[in-house]
């Protein structure tokens, strides 16, 4: 039949795709900031975030923490705890209670706000025109810039499919009993957080990376010291695998791959995929309308701004790591541009977090990176072993460590594993965004007792002043 399409007669100022971390941050702040706004999304409010992914999992993390501890952790403590059980179903229904509370947050502050929520499915026809299929048809609306923020999905194997007994972060969320056997594939964030939640539970997870460094990302002490607690914890790691095969049988997979020069046969429940996500750019706009690199990648400059200028695209769907909080600043800071405002983002100082336990945190650059790029730097290092409130609280696994410039003494990196290792990191980067220095950094009074001290410790480390470890003679 003839498509016919209703002309909303409205011309917004600014038209959003997606409603994640990226795009219902960006239509509060253009909204706030008195413009017309509408977000069309086609799946959930708040996006894989808040739906399959960083909320959900954190949530499924605690609980299942709160098992592990309870069984492995409490008697040290004098806590015994006979017949502890695991309702798995309770456990589900608990986050599906958080992600509720949290979507219709988001669904109420669009309302608030007065942004326009649409259901469907976008596509750019145009430089000011979208076209929206949903249920009752389809819409063409017009806007003066359009943000694109459709996110990411996880990333297949060619040789292993999503199925039955395969699945991606999402389905890893949401299994009805616990697995006896689970193989992860991909020791990234995903997978470490994924295989230390069911293996707490009493799966039997065995990491399969095929890399062979363990998170390279980490300077080599800091890196070494999680493998060996993950593996400590009971997560089988097995860096630097090859040739991985998987084929069904009755009562799951069977796996075989090459490790170490030698084959290596598992027979496991589920598999998960962890080895990364692709952004969703698929169908998104006609033609070659913007530039997309062979990644699948919108370019855009350094403010997000694509080659149509009136078009911008923010979050994991373009460079950059794809992580809630830097999708959520790119939108703040776009829509900002947009309302000729001076908004710049530092991309050199984005923290990461792996949800692990102890947790793993970083910011800044690495000792590697450093020597790579022949800074004169100077580092400093403190473990939780001397902390007394992390050894009062039993958590006295992990250390700070981190680098300074030689010469204008300004913190350039940071990496923490162990407790509260995000917040830590979070102190550090406040010093780091502000310029200060190790010195001025150093005379800050940090409460006793806390695990933060561990930073202004390592601080002290740096320039042989500190007080609970063997400072080391000689500078770095």
Same mark, same amino acid.
């Given at each position: 039949?003839?498509?016919?399409?209703?002309?909303?007669?409205?011309?917004?100022?600014?038209?959003?795709?997606?409603?994640?971390?990226?795009?219902?941050?960006?239509?509060?702040?253009?909204?706030?900031?008195?413009?017309?706004?509408?977000?069309?999304?086609?799946?959930?409010?708040?996006?894989?975030?808040?739906?399959?992914?960083?909320?959900?999992?954190?949530?499924?993390?605690?609980?299942?923490?709160?098992?592990?501890?309870?069984?492995?952790?409490?008697?040290?403590?004098?806590?015994?705890?006979?017949?502890?059980?695991?309702?798995?179903?309770?456990?589900?229904?608990?986050?599906?209670?958080?992600?509720?509370?949290?979507?219709?947050?988001?669904?109420?502050?669009?309302?608030?706000?007065?942004?326009?929520?649409?259901?469907?499915?976008?596509?750019?026809?145009?430089?000011?025109?979208?076209?929206?299929?949903?249920?009752?048809?389809?819409?063409?609306?017009?806007?003066?810039?359009?943000?694109?923020?459709?996110?990411?999905?996880?990333?297949?194997?060619?040789?292993?499919?999503?199925?039955?007994?395969?699945?991606?972060?999402?389905?890893?969320?949401?299994?009805?009993?616990?697995?006896?056997?689970?193989?992860?594939?991909?020791?990234?964030?995903?997978?470490?957080?994924?295989?230390?939640?069911?293996?707490?539970?009493?799966?039997?997870?065995?990491?399969?990376?095929?890399?062979?460094?363990?998170?390279?990302?980490?300077?080599?002490?800091?890196?070494?010291?999680?493998?060996?607690?993950?593996?400590?914890?009971?997560?089988?790691?097995?860096?630097?695998?090859?040739?991985?095969?998987?084929?069904?049988?009755?009562?799951?997979?069977?796996?075989?791959?090459?490790?170490?020069?030698?084959?290596?046969?598992?027979?496991?429940?589920?598999?998960?995929?962890?080895?990364?996500?692709?952004?969703?750019?698929?169908?998104?706009?006609?033609?070659?309308?913007?530039?997309?690199?062979?990644?699948?990648?919108?370019?855009?400059?350094?403010?997000?701004?694509?080659?149509?200028?009136?078009?911008?695209?923010?979050?994991?769907?373009?460079?950059?790591?794809?992580?809630?909080?830097?999708?959520?600043?790119?939108?703040?800071?776009?829509?900002?541009?947009?309302?000729?405002?001076?908004?710049?983002?530092?991309?050199?100082?984005?923290?990461?977090?792996?949800?692990?336990?102890? %947790?793993?945190?970083?910011? +800044? #650059?690495? =000792?590697?990176?450093?020597?790579?790029?022949?800074? !004169? $730097?100077?580092?400093?290092? /403190?473990?939780?072993?001397?902390?007394?409130?992390?050894?009062?609280?039993?958590?006295?696994?992990?250390?700070?460590?981190?680098?300074?410039?030689?010469?204008?003494?300004?913190?350039?990196?940071?990496?923490?594993?162990?407790?509260?290792?995000? %917040?830590?990191?979070?102190? +550090? #980067?406040? =010093?780091?965004?502000?310029?200060?220095?190790?010195? !001025? $950094?150093?005379?800050?009074? /940090?409460?006793?007792?806390?695990?933060?001290?561990?930073?202004?410790?390592?601080?002290?480390?740096?320039?042989?002043?500190?007080?609970?470890?063997?400072?080391?003679?000689?500078?770095?």
């Amino acid at each position: 039949g003839p498509l016919f399409f209703l002309i909303e007669l409205i011309m917004y100022d600014i038209l959003i795709i997606g409603s994640g971390p990226a795009g219902y941050v960006a239509a509060i702040r253009a909204a706030q900031l008195g413009m017309t706004v509408a977000c069309v999304e086609k799946g959930f409010v708040g996006g894989t975030c808040l739906n399959i992914g960083c909320i959900p999992s954190k949530t499924l993390l605690d609980t299942s923490l709160k098992h592990y501890k309870l069984v492995n952790e409490y008697s040290e403590h004098g806590i015994e705890a006979k017949d502890v059980r695991i309702d798995l179903h309770k456990m589900m229904f608990r986050k599906e209670e958080v992600i509720k509370q949290l979507t219709t947050g988001v669904e109420a502050l669009f309302k608030s706000n007065k942004v326009n929520l649409i259901n469907g499915s976008a596509r750019i026809i145009g430089n000011s025109y979208v076209e929206v299929q949903s249920d009752d048809g389809n819409t063409k609306l017009e806007a003066k810039n359009i943000i694109i923020a459709t996110g990411s999905s996880p990333s297949e194997l060619e040789e292993i499919k999503i199925g039955n007994h395969v699945v991606d972060n999402e389905g890893a969320l949401k299994f009805q009993t616990i697995p006896k056997s689970i193989a992860v594939i991909g020791a990234g964030v995903i997978g470490l957080e994924l295989g230390s939640l069911w293996s707490r539970l009493g799966s039997h997870v065995t990491v399969i990376e095929a890399q062979k460094e363990f998170l390279p990302m980490l300077d080599q002490r800091i890196s070494r010291q999680a493998s060996r607690e993950f593996i400590n914890q009971g997560l089988d790691i097995k860096l630097g695998c090859e040739t991985l095969k998987v084929k069904e049988n009755s009562n799951g997979l069977d796996i075989s791959f090459n490790y170490k020069n030698e084959e290596i046969a598992l027979e496991v429940e589920k598999i998960i995929l962890a080895v990364g996500r692709k952004p969703n750019t698929k169908d998104l706009f006609s033609g070659d309308l913007l530039t997309i690199d062979e990644k699948g990648f919108i370019e855009v400059d350094e403010y997000c701004q694509t080659s149509v200028k009136n078009i911008w695209a923010i979050g994991d769907v373009v460079r950059g790591p794809m992580l809630a909080h830097k999708a959520s600043e790119e939108g703040v800071m776009v829509v900002e541009r947009i309302a000729k405002k001076e908004a710049v983002l530092n991309y050199k100082h984005i923290p990461n977090v792996i949800y692990t336990h102890p %947790e793993v945190a970083w910011v +800044g #650059l690495n =000792a590697s990176q450093l020597e790579e790029q022949e800074v !004169d $730097f100077k580092s400093g290092y /403190f473990p939780f072993l001397a902390n007394g409130r992390a050894l009062a609280s039993g958590e006295s696994i992990g250390s700070v460590y981190i680098t300074a410039d030689n010469e204008t003494d300004k913190i350039l990196g940071l990496q923490v594993f162990g407790p509260s290792a995000a %917040e830590i990191v979070q102190q +550090g #980067l406040i =010093a780091m965004d502000n310029g200060v220095t190790s010195e !001025d $950094f150093s005379k800050t009074i /940090f409460s006793h007792p806390t695990v933060s001290e561990a930073l202004h410790e390592a601080i002290l480390s740096m320039n042989n002043k500190a007080i609970h470890i063997q400072n080391k003679k000689k500078i770095n």
